[in-house]
T-cell receptor, first 111, second 113 residues
Framework: QKEVEQNSGPLSVPEGAIASLNCTYSDRGSQSFFWYRQYSGKSPELIMFIYSNGDKEDGRFTAQLNKASQYVSLLIRDSQPSDSATYLC???????????FGKGTMLLVSP | SQTIHQWPATLVQPVGSPLSLECTVEGTSNPNLYWYRQAAGRGLQLLFY??????ISSEVPQNLSASRPQDRQFILSSKKLLLSDSGFYLCAWSVGQNNEKLFFGSGTQLSVL
């Protein structure tokens, strides 16, 4: 069974700090990786995707991928209270059929 | 631009009653469509996906069913709801070279009492 694991949190960081969210996956053949942000009571929103090993930056967000270690992370620089949400890691299963989601990590950014 | 519509936003149903949730997509043709459920403490669970009219794949055996009567319409149904069917139901469509990027509708919060 393909699994995506995340620490449920909450991860608490002060405003302006760097938040680091981590995710591991079991399907070694996975090629595409995604981070979704979900505010309470709302639907998930795609914020980052990464396909190759290394870092990918988009504004305050950086996604990091290490396929050898089967590890994906999301860094949020200069964290803001509006970043407080649950962050879901998702992995495209080998064979390019469907996404498997982790249960999410709750991030709390305090002013 | 593409948009996805899902309704109703909230629904309270008694055990044993039927269910019908509808989702429509605008601004694209022949999209891959998905139904997910998010229950407390369980994360997002893929229920059904469809690559075309009348083509439905089921990921989890349960008392739910899905249909795709038109290209951009996806319906989730049940003949008799169970307490365990409570949850946040999300319709989604996908884009990308391998249809890997999912975009979700606003969701339906279903409470079965």
């Amino acid at each position: 069974q393909k699994e995506v694991e995340q620490n449920s949190g909450p991860l608490s960081v002060p405003e302006g700090a760097i938040a680091s969210l981590n995710c591991t996956y079991s399907d070694r053949g996975s090629q595409s990786f995604f981070w979704y942000r979900q505010y309470s009571g709302k639907s998930p929103e795609l914020i980052m995707f990464i396909y190759s090993n290394g870092d990918k930056e988009d504004g305050r967000f950086t996604a990091q991928l290490n396929k050898a270690s089967q590890y994906v992370s999301l860094l949020i620089r200069d964290s803001q209270p509006s970043d407080s949400a649950t962050y879901l890691c998702a992995v495209m299963n080998s064979g390019y059929s469907t996404l498997t989601f982790g249960k999410g990590t709750m991030l709390l950014v305090s002013p | 631009s593409q948009t996805i519509h899902q309704w109703p936003a909230t629904l309270v149903q008694p055990v044993g009653s039927p269910l019908s949730l509808e989702c429509t997509v605008e601004g694209t043709s022949n999209p891959n469509l998905y139904w997910y459920r998010q229950a407390a403490g369980r994360g997002l669970q893929l229920l059904f996906y469809s690559v075309g009219i009348g083509q439905i794949s089921s990921e989890v055996p349960q008392n739910l069913s899905a249909s795709r009567p038109q290209d951009r319409q996806f319906i989730l149904s049940s003949k008799k709801l169970l307490l365990s069917d409570s949850g946040f139901y999300l319709c989604a469509w996908s884009v990308g070279q391998n249809n890997e990027k999912l975009f979700f509708g606003s969701g339906t919060q279903l409470s079965v009492l």
